[in-house]
């Protein structure tokens, strides 16, 4: 007999509210992402995701004039919470972005960076956990003969898995994705769509996206916002299928987006 | 386009033509006798070094300050009332006028009982170079998007490893146009130097001693009577613009490698 185990809770967010210069943006959000899982986050464009995300590795700090008030308890600690190690935090939560953003440096370097700020300065070291990271991202075999070229030499693709084996090189838990495959052609996205399809084995995957049917290929769970609100979130084929909320039915049927 | 580069072209035709007959080899490679400046032999290698001096010191001063003050006022204190009041502080002091700079470091030096001095007119030029560059770094810097140095603070870095790995590489083209600037500001100021630095005839061996400078060189050499001494001054000036061209190119090259590494 087949078991189903629940899977753990990694994240959980509690009454969460940001306020951008007056403006409420999220509106008491509270969510459960489960462990090793991935949980895609869906809704029209400027209904918070991007903040939502912001929030959980305290990203949101770099902007002025917010104000955030809630819990997001990450293995139990609560990441907004003043005192907490922001740094260790960012750590354990890698992040890819909508844009592929290398560093200015070289291949090499942009994969080592994390690595080299967190301690690992063993030349040999640094060498495997590149080549590594490179291999998981499946760019190694394209890089390896010019690891030394600057990182903007490469294709927009090819520079988004690169940051994709920057955000692994730190060994994170937690892989918070912003619409990581937006700026890409098919193709490229494609590829690192399947990687983190692979990579939800060892990783919490948190994925935002506005493609439903992006969404539904990789989701286990998905969580709608809509201006700012968390209506209705729930295993994937639920909430494609039998959504509860009038509002997710008509966004799902693309009545509006 | 044509107009700038027009520009640039008279000033050194003109310059060119009309110290042409005066340039030669000694003239590079000897220093000023008391009758140099009545037509006599000589040359203006004691102006010519000490230029070098006054602004590499200068510049190896500037740099150390300008460089950790643009990154904090970006990494640190972009949006605060502080960097704003810096910010507008520092564009009131790129335009104060270099005598002004002259006559308080010279103030300063009597205060100090040091003398018109190598040590004086570096301190001058300092002066002189810090608002130019901190204002070109600073806002080389400000133009960097933040969505880039998210990802290094995604990744767990601090301020510090951000502002000196993300930051300063970045902009390590508008660093360069900055120290630029300020060097040719500082290499073709006279009036600064006039009273700190002082000027000598022979290559000073002491901080502490007056030096000569290129631009005092054209200034006095053009306040003579005798025209083959102005014609001197001309071909003086045209070696001013040659070393400047020279450190623009120069420099352009040796960071071209560094720089291939940004992002665009």
């Known amino acids: 007999m087949k078991v189903e185990r629940l899977p753990k809770t990694h994240i959980s967010v509690e009454k969460l509210n940001v306020f951008y210069e007056g403006h409420h943006v999220l509106k008491d959000i509270t969510l459960e992402i489960p462990e090793k899982q991935i949980t895609v986050i869906i809704g029209p464009s400027g209904c918070g995701k991007t903040t939502l995300l912001k929030c959980l590795d305290r990203l949101i700090d770099l902007v002025d004039g917010v104000e955030v008030t809630g819990r997001v308890l990450f293995d139990g600690v609560d990441v907004l919470d003043k005192q907490v190690d922001v740094l260790n935090i960012r750590k354990r939560m890698g992040l890819i972005a909508q844009t592929p ?21 063993n030349r040999r070291e640094l060498d495997q956990i590149v080549e590594r990271c490179l291999q998981v991202a499946s760019i190694w075999n394209e890089v390896r003969n010019r690891l030394d070229e600057p990182a903007s030499k490469l294709s927009a693709g090819q520079q988004q898995r690169l940051c994709l084996a920057r955000a692994l ?5 937690v892989l ?11 193709i490229s996205a494609g590829h690192i769509e399947r990687q983190l399809f692979a990579l939800k084995q060892d990783y919490t995957i948190v994925f935002v996206t506005h493609t439903l049917r992006q969404a539904r290929r990789l989701a286990d769970y998905v969580v709608f916002l809509y201006l700012g609100q968390l209506v209705e979130h729930g295993p994937t084929e639920t909430m494609f299928t039998q959504p509860n909320d009038p509002r997710t039915k008509a966004y799902i049927e693309g009545a509006f987006g | 386009m044509l107009i700038v580069l027009g520009s640039l072209v008279s000033v050194l035709v003109v310059v060119l033509f009309r110290g042409a007959p005066a340039l030669s080899v000694s003239m590079l490679t000897q220093t000023s006798t008391g009758g140099y400046y009545l037509g006599k032999e000589g040359g203006i290698l004691n102006a010519i070094v000490g230029s070098a001096y006054l602004v590499s010191g200068a510049t190896a001063i500037a740099v150390t300050i300008s460089l950790p003050t643009a990154l904090y006022l970006n990494e ?18 790129w335009s104060v006028p270099s005598i002004i700079y002259g006559v308080f470091g010279f103030t300063i030096m009597v205060y100090l009982g040091i ?3 190598l040590l004086g007119g570096i301190m001058a030029l300092a002066l002189l170079e810090l608002p130019i560059m901190i204002r070109a770094m600073d806002e080389v810097m400000r133009m960097i998007p933040l969505k880039l140095r998210e990802s290094s603070y995604a990744l767990g870095a601090t301020k510090f490893e951000t502002a000196l790995n993300v930051t300063a590489r970045q902009a390590l083209p508008g660093i360069t146009m900055g120290v630029l600037l300020a060097v040719g500001r500082a290499i073709g100021d006279a009036a600064s130097i006039l009273f700190t630095a002082g000027y000598t005839d022979s290559i000073p061996r002491s901080l502490f001693g007056p030096v ?6 054209v200034f006095f050499q053009l306040g003579t009577p005798f025209p083959e001494v102005q014609q001197r001054a001309y071909a003086s000036g045209f070696i001013l613009l040659v070393i400047v061209l020279s450190l623009s190119i120069a420099s352009r090259l040796l960071t071209r490698r560094a720089t291939s590494y940004v992002i665009k």
Not at chain 2, 76 to 93: E, N, T
Request: glycine letters at 6%.
């Open chain 1, 101 to 121: 953003n290398p560093l200015p440096m070289s291949i090499y370097d942009n994969v080592a960076y994390g690595p080299r700020i967190h301690g690992t300065n």
């Open chain 1, 169 to 173: 090189a730190v060994r994170p838990e």
């Open chain 1, 176 to 186: 918070l994705c912003d619409e990581p495959t937006s700026a890409l052609d098919p």
């Open chain 2, 76 to 93: 640190y204190a972009s949006r605060s009332k502080l960097a704003g009041f810096a910010r507008q502080s520092l564009d009131v002091l």
């Open chain 2, 115 to 117: 003398g018109a001095s």
């Open chain 2, 212 to 217: 000569a400078s290129l631009p005092l060189a």
